[in-house]
């Protein structure tokens, strides 16, 4: 197969690809909120399963992995961690045996009081009003993308 030619206009560049520029914004974004976590001793993904507690405490392990995009066996060893640190606890659900609940111990929900509240929109250089657009614009691609595999599976 012949190389492509990087001086044809119709050859794809990797800044061309809608999927590279969402891929390397996900990767700043980790690395822009890294020092504020490391200073908590938390991962992106810990983060994230606290701040969906935060709005919504003693779910499921299936509901919160379903908010967070995460597999069960992906999410479990994330809460197992958390709840090591003091900031969860996991219980089964009195009336399902078969499932976990996950609720924020006063050290999680206390975490929202030391500035674990988190806003880089000063920081992506957007204005206040397109912020909200972006967005909401990168959550109706997922959902878009998502039910688009739901129908090739």
Not at 29 to 42: D, H, M, S, V
Not at 45 to 52: G, K, L
Not at 112 to 121: P, W
Request: charged residues 25%; contains cysteine; hydrophobic residues 40%.
């Amino acid at each position: 197969m012949k190389p492509a030619d990087p001086a044809d206009p119709a050859s794809p560049k990797l800044a061309d690809f809608l999927c590279f520029a969402i891929y390397s914004a996900n990767l700043a974004y980790g690395r822009a909120y890294k020092p504020i976590l490391e200073q908590l001793g938390l991962t992106y993904t810990q983060y994230i399963a606290i701040v969906a507690l935060w709005e919504e405490d003693n779910q499921t392990v299936s509901g919160l992995g379903e908010k967070l995009f995460l597999e069960s066996n992906t999410l479990t060893p994330i809460l197992k961690k958390l709840e090591v640190m003091g900031y969860l606890h996991r219980q089964r659900d009195p009336t399902d045996e078969r499932q976990v609940l996950v609720s924020l111990t006063e050290a999680g929900r206390r975490l929202r009081e030391k500035g674990l509240t988190m806003n880089l929109v000063e920081a992506s250089g957007l204005s206040p009003e397109d912020f909200p657009k972006m967005q909401k614009g990168v959550v109706t691609l997922r959902d878009n993308l998502i039910k688009a595999a739901r129908r090739k599976a």
